[in-house]
């Protein structure tokens, strides 16, 4: 079993995989509250 | 249906289940047949992760909730990825390293054994009343499609489930979930492109998007504090984060899924894809609720969706009265198109003045043909009080059925199929792992043989089938059926994730605290259900920090009684008998792998 701080394949590093995750999630929002806004 | 529908929906469950069957082959023991060998690569684990959680339910009665309440609903996700991060960060590693079968025995590493055995009790009452609703849903399509008894076609879909989940193991499982969950997928996509292609000649997409805006169907964010708002974006945020770190970190069917990840990188990766996909793909199922909500602005609906409950009152005393507002409802219909193509037909020459007295007419209409609908169903009430008034479930069957060309609509019941085995296998193969390993291998025969425990497994899992089978029989009037399972977690998810809270996070707090903290909780979240109006996205907030505060109060006391500090090491006599499991998760590094063989 490898260990738990092994990198991630992508972006070099857990934490900033984490914060590729949750900026996904704040863009997201942002592009559903401009949605709403065009079709209210 | 037609034959090539039947050749379609057959054709994919054929393939389903002998790809199930011819992947979950050879295992020989416990470890293969409930944990896949730990061998699973991120896709797989992701796709299983999702697939699980996306039931029947999701595809039957999700669009329904958008026709009727919008798109609001997609709040509830917003939590999600920061669990997923949360959980990457704390749970994966450590279950992991220990080589746990369940999430729930950890907790006897952590606190002790009573500890573990209530928590997965819980899990066991909750999930097995869920999973009866996940068989429940598509036999509510197979009813509707062939005018069966749901009696008849939910024990018909259950044993179905129930050979090929028995048979197969978590091997089959997760691997048929990767195949089910392209399938739905691919539904879902032609779905949302026949809502588009099926609008009238001079209605585009971003026309329907307007006229289903104009009506309240695209709210996806709201931004206002309500308590008494059952979605928006705060209770979404945080009610939806405390459901998915309770739903993902503590239902064993999810901690199943990663817990076959080949390594903690894998684990992670699965769970964090799942964090960054779900928002979207429930904003797209959705949208494609508004959409058939926009088409119907268009094309006459039925004045209530379910045909079984309007056929039966059509052949009642109150047939023609039924008859009579089924044809004013008609006429408002007509007038409500008409207004809604002079609202497109405005918006599209962008004559303000226009779009506002259209608009105002297509929401006079509207407002006719709902309050004709609504004397319609007192009608409904009138005939059989008992009458199911509530069409949510049947909305996008009934356009799927009517509207879409012979082909695709075996496609999309295949699709619902799918989803229905997906998460009910996930749910079974838990249920079976959490009633072996934490139940019948901890309490009542402790020295049994690998095979003695995987022939139990296997009669787990199947009795846990007929079970939800059994259960499904009585879940037709719970609602809208992906609300009733949400209620019905959020009733237990609060304990649960304090629970697990506590074990991660407050070292200094013992099992005797954690196990009488969960019976307050769970006492005072049950309250909150029966006596109180609070949104049921709030009894995981109330339910877990009631646990945690007793819980702290609870040790507090404790520590008092044997004249320690609370803190100290030497606070209760319980902290010092458990104190290497206590840091355990402070020393992860240390701890040796035998422990995944270790007696439990």
Do not use: P, T, V, Y
């Given at each position: 079993m490898e260990a738990s701080e092994s990198p991630p394949p992508v972006l070099g590093s857990w934490q900033r995989l984490y914060m590729f995750v949750i900026a996904e999630l704040a863009i997201l929002i942002l592009l559903f509250y401009l949605f709403t806004k065009a079709f209210e | 249906m037609k034959t090539p529908d039947w050749i379609v929906l057959g054709g994919t469950l054929l393939s389903i289940v002998l790809y199930g069957l011819y992947k979950g082959r050879g295992s020989s023991n416990l470890k293969g047949y409930?944990?896949?060998?730990?061998?699973?690569r991120w896709f797989a684990v992701a796709l299983s992760i999702m697939a699980t959680q996306a039931s029947a339910v999701t595809f039957t009665s999700t669009p329904g909730q958008a026709y009727v309440d919008g798109m609001r609903f997609v709040q509830f996700y917003f939590g999600l990825p920061l669990a997923m991060v949360i959980l990457s960060i704390t749970a994966v590693p450590i279950y992991h390293k220990l080589g746990v079968y369940t999430a729930y025995e950890y907790l006897e590493h952590r606190f002790d054994v009573k500890t573990r055995t209530l928590t997965s009790i819980i899990f066991l009452i909750q999930r097995g009343l869920a999973v009866g609703i996940t068989i429940y849903a598509p036999s509510l399509v197979l009813s509707v499609m062939l005018g069966w008894d749901i009696r008849l076609t939910s024990t018909l879909i259950g044993g179905i489930i129930i050979v090929y989940t028995t048979s197969g193991g978590v091997k089959a499982v997760n691997w048929t979930d990767v195949q089910q969950m392209i399938i739905i997928m691919a539904g879902m996509v032609v779905a949302f492109v026949m809502t588009i292609v099926l609008l009238p000649k001079n209605v585009g997409f971003i026309d329907a998007l307007h006229v289903a805006g104009g009506m309240?169907?695209?709210?996806?964010?709201?931004?206002s504090f309500d308590l008494h708002s059952r979605y928006n974006f705060w209770s979404g945020l945080v009610g939806g984060l405390f459901v998915a770190l309770a739903y993902f970190g503590t239902d064993q069917s999810q901690v199943q899924r990663y817990l076959t990840g080949a390594s903690v990188t894998q684990s992670r990766l699965g769970l964090l894809f799942n964090g960054m996909a779900k928002v979207p793909m429930q904003f797209f199922i959705l949208l494609i609720g508004a959409m058939v909500f926009a088409f119907f602005q268009f094309e006459r609906p039925p004045i209530f969706f379910n045909p079984v409950e309007v056929e039966k009152v059509r052949q009642s005393e109150h047939g023609g009265q039924f008859l009579e507002t089924e044809q004013r409802y008609n006429q408002a219909l007509d007038r409500k198109s008409a207004a809604a193509i002079e609202y497109v037909e405005a918006r599209k020459l962008s004559d303000e003045g226009n779009i506002a007295i259209t608009q105002s007419k297509f929401l006079v209409a509207s407002h006719q043909a709902e309050e004709i609908r609504a004397e319609g169903i007192k009608i409904l009430q009138a005939n059989d009080p008992q009458a199911d008034t509530n069409d949510t479930n049947y909305i996008f069957l009934t356009f799927v059925m009517k509207y879409l060309p012979v082909g695709l609509v075996g496609l999309l019941f295949a699709c619902i199929f799918a989803a229905s085995m997906s998460s009910t296998s996930g749910e079974l193969s838990a249920l079976a792992a959490c009633s072996v390993v934490d139940v019948y291998r901890r309490?009542?025969?402790?020295?049994?043989?690998e095979k003695h425990y995987l022939l139990v497994s296997r009669l787990a899992m199947a009795c846990w089938g007929v079970y939800a089978v059994f259960f499904a029989q009585y879940a037709s009037r719970l609602g809208s059926l992906i609300e009733a399972v949400n209620i019905l977690g959020s009733l237990f998810y609060g304990t649960m994730l304090a629970i697990f809270l506590i074990a991660f996070y407050l070292k200094w707090i013992g099992g005797t605290a954690t196990f009488w903290a969960a019976f307050a909780g769970e006492i005072v979240v049950l309250c909150c259900y029966f006596f109180t109006s609070i949104p049921w996205l709030w009894y995981n907030v109330v339910g877990c920090v009631v646990v945690l505060a007793v819980a702290i109060v609870l040790q507090m006391f404790l520590a008092g009684r044997h004249g320690g500090a609370v803190f100290s090491s030497k606070a209760e006599p319980e902290r010092v008998k458990t104190k290497s499991l206590i840091d355990f998760p402070m020393r992860l590094s240390s701890v040796p792998h035998t422990l995944e063989s270790r007696s439990l």
């Open positions: - | 409930l944990l896949a060998d730990r061998k699973m309240g169907r695209l709210n996806a964010i709201d931004f309490h009542i025969n402790k020295e049994g043989e």
